[in-house]
């Protein structure tokens, strides 16, 4: 039979390493990024984009501002080649060194290009 004295001792002992778990991770994590870019597309509509990732590296994630002024948050998944954000649902944003594309869904649930060749603007912020 256990006593109460080791019972709060165990009490005790896992509150603790609890709380330092916690506040391990409250200070460990923090998003890096967020400087405002401009690519031009090739209609000459400007998108602004603002590229974040977590400080472990463990998500990548980018802000895009529709020339109308509406503003998306995409997360980073898997590409072969560049780097391809989207929410699976309305956008998808592809990058490849400084040129991008942004697709958009159909109503019959395909994807179509809305704006191509899209050239990020040096100094444009």
């Not at 001792?9 to 409250?26: P, Q, R």
């Not at 956008?91 to 040129?99: M, Q, R, T």
């Not at 019959?108 to 899209?118: F, P, T």
Request: aromatic share 12%.
């Amino acid at each position: 039979m256990i006593d109460k004295n080791t019972t709060f001792l165990f009490l005790a002992l896992i509150f603790f390493a609890l709380a330092g778990c916690v506040n391990g991770l409250k200070s460990s994590l923090n998003i890096k990024g967020g400087e405002a870019l401009t690519y031009q597309c090739e209609n000459h509509d400007r998108i602004i984009v603002r590229y974040y990732s977590l400080s472990d590296g463990s998500l990548n994630f980018v802000k895009v501002i529709m020339p109308e002024g509406k503003e998306y948050t995409l997360s980073q998944v898997l590409s072969a080649s560049g780097a391809r954000y989207t929410n699976e649902m309305e956008l998808i944003w592809w990058i490849k060194g400084d040129s991008a594309s942004l697709e958009t869904r159909e109503m019959q649930g395909g994807w179509v290009h809305k704006y191509r060749n899209c050239k990020l603007l040096p100094g444009k912020k």
